[in-house]
């Protein structure tokens, strides 16, 4: 594991695997290392492949620092201290709402030559204020737990007992603990949401873009996919067979290893 720090201070921890064209992995919401092995897993994949494949904790989760308060240039900050401390420029692979960080660094001078969004949340004109309001309440009580389970249910909208099976796994006390960083990603997404042209919003996007989706995720996502790949220019639009939100490591590094061929 290394550390690099960030414009503000803020630490943020990286592990880095193998030598070549950097890719940096753009965890999505609570994401971070220790609650999910299949994304380090591809990092190791691509590392084999002569890649130099970094996955970092974002801000507030994990391993990695935090310093509020929280606004998304920060992130995009966290990217460029990673970039420079690989001395190249680097393509970015979000996950789900790590789009919103990705595609702000890429029209930022941080040196991001290449996105791979995969399952971007984006729905034009969804406004959750309410529910980001309902969250940041619960966290202010500390019920941190409650506050992840209403991401899933009220959110997400996964049944309660859908959400009850998750409480059970190994990694949710893991989750619960950067519950915090919920708003983050919520805050992130309303931006984009909200806004009445993405056309505009995205116009300077001038790097190679993939926007990706899984036949066995939500089938809203693959809707959004569609509109936020017609919304950047250039962009292309791929499918991964039998792949749902949490897409398996193979198919990640099939994707990053044929993007940038």
Not at 10 to 17: F, G, L, P, R
Not at 212 to 235: H, N
Request: charged share 20%; aromatic share 8%; glycine share 8%.
């Amino acid at each position: 594991m290394s550390t690099v720090t960030s414009s503000d201070g803020t630490v943020i921890d990286y592990d880095s695997y193998g030598d070549g064209p950097t890719v940096i992995f753009v965890a999505g919401a609570v994401q971070h290392r220790r609650i999910d092995p299949g994304t380090s897993a591809a990092a190791a994949r691509l590392g084999d492949n002569r890649f130099n494949a970094i996955v970092y904790d974002r801000r507030g989760r994990d391993r990695s620092g935090d310093t509020p308060p929280w606004v998304l240039q920060r992130e995009v900050e966290d990217v460029a201290a990673l970039i420079e401390a690989t001395g190249r420029t680097a393509t970015l692979y979000s996950s789900s709402s790590g789009a919103a960080v990705a595609l702000a660094a890429a029209v930022s001078d941080v040196g991001v030559t290449g996105l791979i969004l995969y399952e971007p949340p984006f729905f034009r004109g969804a406004d959750k204020s309410h529910q980001i309001a309902a969250v940041e309440a619960l966290l202010a009580e500390g019920r941190y737990e409650d506050a992840m389970r209403y991401n899933f249910t009220d959110v997400l909208g996964i049944p309660g007992d859908v959400v009850n099976g998750i409480a059970k796994a190994p990694t949710w006390p893991a989750m619960c603990e950067v519950a915090a960083t919920l708003v983050y990603d919520f805050c992130a997404i309303s931006e984009v949401n909200t806004d009445p042209d993405w056309e505009s919003r995205w116009a300077d996007v001038a790097v190679p873009v993939s926007v990706c989706s899984g036949t066995r995720s939500f089938p809203p996502l693959a809707g959004a996919a569609d509109q936020v790949a017609e919304a950047i220019p250039g962009a292309q639009r791929r499918i991964l067979p039998d792949q749902d939100h949490n897409p398996s490591p193979e198919a990640i590094t099939d994707a990053v290893t044929e993007f940038q061929t």
